[in-house]
């Protein structure tokens, strides 16, 4: 016997063989289904009898098996069911005659036959036959099962007359030698009378008959038989069947032991006969006679547990079963089928140890010469057998055997197919998944050298079975699992024949079946490169969504009625880490940044790579790269359009490296940081482009308010020059721009501006709302720089005595005092010094400023959302004219004054300089002169009452003072309208004389609170001309008091006193002889409230004529001591009294 049965198990010694096989042509779909009806009758319970018939179909059995039939009856074909098809009756002797060629072949140990013929009517069908059973076509055959139960109990007549001969025979007759068909040559010419030889005989007939009582149900029978042929055969050495009793008393052991089977897969057993109990295959009880007269088995429970063996000794006995069958060469298919019953006894006992002692002894055991598919057959067993005890790596081991054995050179017609197939059943043994998610969950199990070697061999069998999309599949999942374990040789190769693999059938995210619905998971590529980090990126400064937040913060509702909850504050945190506090806008290009880098050894090309997302509708903006050998971390920005509002989720991106291609999700990276995936796109917004007509700033603004700039413009000017930028605003959206408001921040708090630095006006810009897309609107602005002009370091000084001074210049300076000043000119020339430091001598000073654009328009202005865009500005401001030094000078009106400026012209060019209603000065470079100006006296706005001043703390105190003191220079520069050019560059501007402005000289330039006026002959007399009046003449003098202050005045008393001006010095104030006054020459003032006047008229009378000055003055009291001499300031009085002659003739 050559040939084994690899899925005997211990329970099949109890079994009898049926073989059903096709005579003739009949489909194999027909067959096959006819024979599962037939196999499904495998267990009968026999009518009138306890007893239970175990039956195993086979539809192929070799016949040399047959003929070891005497040594293990399960071995012997007892019944032979036979299949064909025979739709004529002309063909029927045919059929018939190869029915009974076929049973010629079992003849010998058949105990019946039955043949079941399709396709056949008429007489011949109709013919009642036992042996034979006809039916009309393969569907209809209801009667099949019911032929099939009379065939098994015909086979246990058989088999219960076979046991009761052989079990009646008496000790004195002759008993015949049973023998294998290798030990009857050696039995020829041996003494049949000896005793050696009876009991050699009696023993093994003892343990023939414990075979059939086993097939017939009589377990207790059985054991004490298989013991009683141990004694004898093991008296004689009978080792051979010594082994074979050792084997029956195991396989009756684990039957009674283990009722449910030993199988791996143990076949479900269909009863046959009705009301029988559910252990009748285990039990055996007392019954009547059959119809057949046979008795049923009478041993009883307490006699089979006596003889049974106990789970420990099966196996003992087993060992020692073994080791006989061992000790014959052509017994090697009873010694493997044996080791591998007692592998499947030890797998219920869970002792895989000892499990494994046996495999390893099936392994060596010869069986000669097999064919290449009985070598499969052998390998997929073992296989199996290792699995069941647990041994996964050896299970896999001998499965990948028996792949490698399908497609042996030897192999005429290489089974590619069924090596693959073996080969995907390795990978449990493997510690291999198809699915790269098992890949990414902690530390690599298995061993990587096997396993890549696995995995080559799945692609080279995926390309010998004409499947390049498998081989696709499998190469993509060795070069992104086994990455790590590659060699730098290795990844080029496996890349190499992955891109010339996919240039023939691109690698997809699809799923793969196979044939047996075996499905691929898709496999991504995430190594290639490789993700450590994915950061959502806000939008650019100029395009972020703002909006009015919540006072309560933009995470907690406002319905909530409690200030704080903790309810709302860990759901604020759960959904921190997944949606991201700034917003997309929809039409408008959002980025991800993702940290890369490339592990292989060589330029790494990715292509088609993008965004993944959900949630609205997404337009994905592909990019290509390459990335060189093992680079560090790269930073890559995918791009992508919101085509639509709502919240949208990033899961991962897209690439397609090597012609395959992947879909990354983020959750799946195993270390990848992400700061959140979900984001908030917001309703289209306009976007807005400006451009100026300045150039761009080298220098970058960096607001201290965070602040950013989108775009920047750098001006040069002189202090106190304009300049007119004009600003075009485009609207490059597709939204239309309906609203626009602007704003300016200064950035500059230590330099002191004097007026406002940028001005505009909107009306006309904002009539050209609303901004269609890729429309352009122009809009003006103006910018004027009014630093200091004083000269705070005061380094001029005076080189005369006049008053005029100079300032030199910050050190080191190209300008030093060399000049000197001539008296008629009253100027000073600066000569350099150094002509190579007048790079230094700048002063420079630089100012910055913000200026605000916030739009709005389109779906994103209906739900409140806006933009903002900035422009820095960058001015270079150098010094025009320095205001040095600051007086004035009282002039004939006491409503005016001269104000007297020292100006230095600190440019390079002739400057030239003017005042309201003045003359244009003309300054020389680092030239300085004097300039007055006559100007009228200021009505300034006076301070609160001394006692809100003094209820106000000293802070608010400075504040008024610095707010009074900016709007009275304010109200200066602009009646004085001083303004400077530079003719040669046509550069002009204007001149604040704020800062140089002390309070000495505000008090001079301010109107006093009490206004004097003098009237001669109701002519006032308030400047240098003088009042004529006729000598010998009364002439009236008035003089009229306002008051203007906030308080009462008075009384006061003033005295007029005539003198002459000789113009040399002299006054001559004895005039008595000259001038007299009619009545009293001194004047009475009552107290004067405010915003009220008073008046005092009197007469002089000049006796000659001539020029004459009245001289008024004040007495001193106590009401003029509480008053400051600058409110009793009263015009000079210029009388020319005229001969009555001269004046008629003027």
Known sequence: MSVPDYMQCAEDHQSLLVIVQPVGIVPDEQFFKIYKKIAAANQVNLQDSQRVLYIRYRHHYPPENNEWGDFQTHRKVVGLIAVTECCNAKDWPQTSEKFHLRKEIYGSTLYDSRLFVFGLHGEIAEQPRTDVAFYPSYDECETIEKKVEDFIESLFIVLESKRLDRATDKSGDKIQLLCVPFEKKDFVGLDTDSRHYKKRCQGRMRKHVGDLCLQAGMLQDALVHYHMAVELLRSVNDFLWLGAALEGLCSSSVIYHYPSGTGSKPAVRRACSMGLPSEA???????????????????????????????????????????????????????????????????????????????????????????????????????????????????????????????????????????????????????????????????????????????????????????????????????????????????????????????????????????????LPPVPLTKLPIVRSAKLLNLPPNLRPLKIRNILGPNISSKSPFIYSPIIAHHRGEEKGKKIDFQWVQGDVCEVQLMVYNPMPFELRVENMGLLVSGVEFESLPAALSLPAESGLYPVTLVGVPRTSGQINVNGYQTSVFGVSSDCLLENLSGVKVNGCTVEVVPALPRLQITTSLPRSAQTLVPLSGDEIFSSASVQLFNG????????????????????????????????????????????????????????????????????????????????????????????????????????????????????????????????????????????????????????????????????????????????????????????????????????????????????????????????????????????????????????????????????????????????????????????????????????????CDCDVAVECQAGEPTSLEVKLTNQSKRTVGPFALTVIPYQDYQNGVHNNDLGHAVTSIGSNTFYIDAVKSSEDFVCSGALLFLYAGDYYLNIKFHDDNSSRELPLSWFCLPSVHVRAMDPAQHTMF
């Open 721 to 1020: 020059e304009l300049q007119q930028l004009t600003i075009k605003l485009e609207n490059i959206g597709t939204e239309p721009l309906e609203t626009l408001e602007i704003s300016a921040k200064n950035l500059n708090d230590k330099e002191k501006l004097n007026g406002n630095f940028l001005t505009w006006t909107l009306e006309e810009l904002l009539s050209q709302l609303p901004l269609e897309s890729g429309k352009v609107a122009y809009f003006t602005l103006n910018i004027q720089v009014k630093l200091d002009f004083s000269c705070q370091e005061s380094l001029l000084q005076d080189l005369n005595d006049d008053g005029i001074s100079l300032t030199g210049l910050p050190l080191p300076s190209p300008f030093r005092q060399n000049g000197k000043l001539g008296s008629e000119s009253k100027s000073a020339n600066f000569n350099s010094v150094d002509t190579n430091s007048k790079s230094e001598y700048n002063h420079v000073k630089t100012l910055e400023a913000i200026l605000n654009f916030k739009y709005s328009g389109g779906p994103g202005h209906s739900e409140g959302y806006h933009r903002n865009l900035s422009l820095g500005l960058h001015v270079d401001v150098e010094p025009s004219v320095f205001f040095t030094r600051v007086s004035t000078l009282p002039a004939t009106s006491t409503r005016k004054c001269h104000l007297l400026l020292d100006v230095f012209n600190s440019t390079e060019h002739e400057l030239t300089i003017s005042a309201k209603n003045n003359e244009d000065l003309i300054l020389h470079a680092g030239e300085c002169q004097r300039m007055a100006i006559q100007v009228n006296k200021f009505k300034f706005e006076t301070l609160p009452t001394s006692s809100k001043v003094g209820e106000m703390c000293a802070e608010n105190q400075r504040q008024i003072e610095e707010e009074r003191n900016h709007a009275q220079a304010t109200e200066i520069n602009s009646k004085l309208n001083i303004k400077w050019k530079i003719p040669s560059l046509k550069r002009e501007g204007e001149a604040s004389v704020e800062g140089v402005l002390n309070q000495l000289v505000r008090e001079h330039l301010q109107l006093a609170p009490l206004q004097w006026d003098v009237l001669v002959s109701g002519k006032p």
């Open 281 to 519: 295959g285990r039990r055996h009880r007392h019954g009547a006679l059959t119809t057949n007269g046979i008795s049923a088995d009478t041993s009883a429970e307490i006699g089979r547990a006596k003889n049974c063996l106990s789970p420990e000794d099966i196996i003992d006995k087993y060992k020692e079963a073994i080791s006989y069958f061992g000790k014959y060469k052509n017994a090697g298919v009873i010694e493997l089928e044996a080791c591998v019953k007692a592998v499947r006894v030890l797998a219920i006992q869970k002792r895989s140890m000892e499990a494994s002692e046996f495999l390893q002894n099936a392994v060596y055991i010869n069986l000669g010469q097999l064919s290449e598919e009985e070598k499969i057959q052998r390998y997929s067993i073992l296989s199996e057998l290792y699995d069941l005890i647990g041994f996964h790596r050896k299970s896999a081991f001998f499965k990948r055997v028996a792949a490698m054995q399908c497609v042996t050179p030897s192999i005429v017609d290489p089974g590619w197919k069924a090596c693959y197939k073996l080969l995907l059943e390795t990978l449990h043994g493997y510690s291999l998944s198809l699915d790269p998610q098992d890949f990414s969950k902690g530390t690599h199990k298995g061993w990587p050298a096997v396993q890549m070697r696995l995995l080559h061999e799945l692609v080279y069998a995926s390309r010998r079975m004409g499947n390049p999309a498998l081989a696709v599949r499998h190469l993509s999942f060795l070069l992104q699992t086994m990455l790590d374990f590659l060699s730098d040789q290795e990844k080029k190769e496996v890349s190499q024949s992955l891109e010339n693999y996919t240039a023939k059938c691109p690698g997809t995210m699809e799923v793969v079946t196979l044939p047996d619905d075996v499905k």
